[in-house]
């Protein structure tokens, strides 16, 4: 049976990947929050994405048009996450265990973390487990080791201390 997922939806998911991507841009390309914003809102950036069809005997990629996004929705995570990134950090290290730091993780993983932190606690209107199932698919979509079972148990345990 085939999955349905409406329009509205697969727009807030792309959304959110690209709120990873411009939040990883801005932090390490040092471009403005607004400049990033009109990159993706215009198309410029975030558009495709390589797919890896790669076989035993055969490397290939290709690029895929992405779906389209929520620009609303995607520049208020942005400016959001870019405005109580400090704070966002501070409370997603005291959810790390002893010895780990916000720092010592991959930039595209702090990205991640902060995307869905700050949906988290700033969104109402979506179930927490859906917000988290949403950030575990996009971990497994940059990362295939351990880092998306560390994604799921932290998000877990951050949205069931936060609502």
Known sequence: MAKYISEKIKMKSAARLAAVQATYM?????????????DFINGEVGRYAIEDESTEYEEKEELVELSQLDTSYFAELTRGIHKEKEQ?????????????????????LRALLLCAAYELVHTDDVDAAVIV???????????????????NA????????IR
Do not use: C, H
């Not at 801005?26 to 009109?38: A, P, T």
């Not at 199932?133 to 994604?151: C, R, S, W």
């Not at 932290?154 to 201390?161: G, N």
């Open 26 to 38: 801005i932090e390490f390309g040092q471009l403005s929050v607004d400049e990033v914003i009109k």
């Open 88 to 108: 966002l950090e501070k409370s997603l290290a005291t959810y790390l265990r002893d010895g780990w730091s916000f720092d010592r993780f991959d930039g595209t």
């Open 133 to 151: 199932k949403e950030y575990v698919d996009l971990a497994y979509a940059f990362f295939n080791k351990n880092e998306p079972k560390m994604v």
């Open 154 to 161: 932290l998000l877990d345990q951050i949205s069931k201390a």
